[in-house]
């Protein structure tokens, strides 16, 4: 994917700007009573519509805290999708990118999948068109297709699992045990990182994703020279040299678990800043630390949060609740055979809890061994 087709300046929520690389509109900051009287109009809706806000751990606090006010959750992808499909409500509002959308709707197809703006997207997702990879997949057809879940329904349709950063390790590590070679789309860090772990014989789709791909190795060890009891906490969506300095590196959900449950007192986190929030909320005596994304001559010293992510708005959530305004569609044809490949994830995760707990705890080497 080529990067520079999504740069240009921003301006965040809080009325600050960022030249570093900024690719999507950011919702207007609202005056604190114009924001509480949003809050106030879609608690309403929510009811009058049996509709509930499902938020990733990503978006803006104030979204995470309303999902939880009002009935719903906030969780990274995995358990994203298995709450929409688990929960009695009509109508899902999914406050994250277009991606997480379209797993709630193939989960959930008699239920309507709304989005406070479809333009929030993935470059994961957009580096891996359908098209191509069908390609990509027609030459190899000897590996079972594993696909990350920040991809599109048509690209799942391809495929033979999906997989989330809480599950991917597992799946794969107990596939690679079956004597099977995998292809793999569309995160390469990921991938490598899962095929050092496994030893497993993967193919990788040359993708990445705009934030994590910016944390740097030379400022992280800069950084955890001056907080040298500091836990390091990487996503494996992070580059090679960045991973290898993590003391846990995992999932959303993993990390989060790492803050609340580890002993040190300051925590170094290397993902998307909106996970600070919730890490803060659960763990409020841990010092959390940003991980930095570019060096000294850098605008910022760390600039990780996506901004497809910071798209959502509240504004956004009460003008999908009452305009019925961006939904989620998705061709029947491509719904079902996506379905397929995420209701093998959600089974597997379902019957090897041993392994899950094993990946969502920290990605460690030889997952299988006793």
Known sequence: MNKELFDYPKQD?????????????VPRALPEEEKAQ????????????????????????????????????VADSLEMARFG????????????????????????????VLMPDLDATCSLDLGCPAEDFNQFCDAHPDREVVVYANTSAAVKARADWMVTSSCALAIVHELHQQGKKILWAPDRHLGRYIQDQTGADMLLWEGHCIVHDEFKAIELETLIKKHPNAMVLVHPESPAHVVDLADVVGSTSAMIKAVVEGSAKEYIVATDKGILHRMRQLAPEKILIEAPTAGNSATCKSCAHCPWMAMNGLEGILNCLTNQSGEILVDETIRSDAQICIERMLS?????????AKAQHGFVKNIGAA
């Open 13 to 25: 929520g809080s009325g600050a700007t960022c030249i570093a690389q900024a690719w999507a509109k």
């Open 38 to 73: 949003i809050i106030q109009k879609i608690k309403s809706e929510l009811i009058k519509q049996d509709a509930v806000l499902i938020a990733h751990y990503y978006i803006d606090g104030a979204i995470q805290d309303l999902a939880w006010e009002t009935g719903g959750f």
């Open 85 to 112: 499909k688990n929960h009695s409500a009509k109508k899902l509002v999914v406050a994250g990118v277009k991606f997480m959308g379209e797993s709630a709707k193939i989960l959930s197809p008699e239920k309507t």
């Open 348 to 356: 597997f995760t379902t019957n090897h809890p041993e392994l899950l």
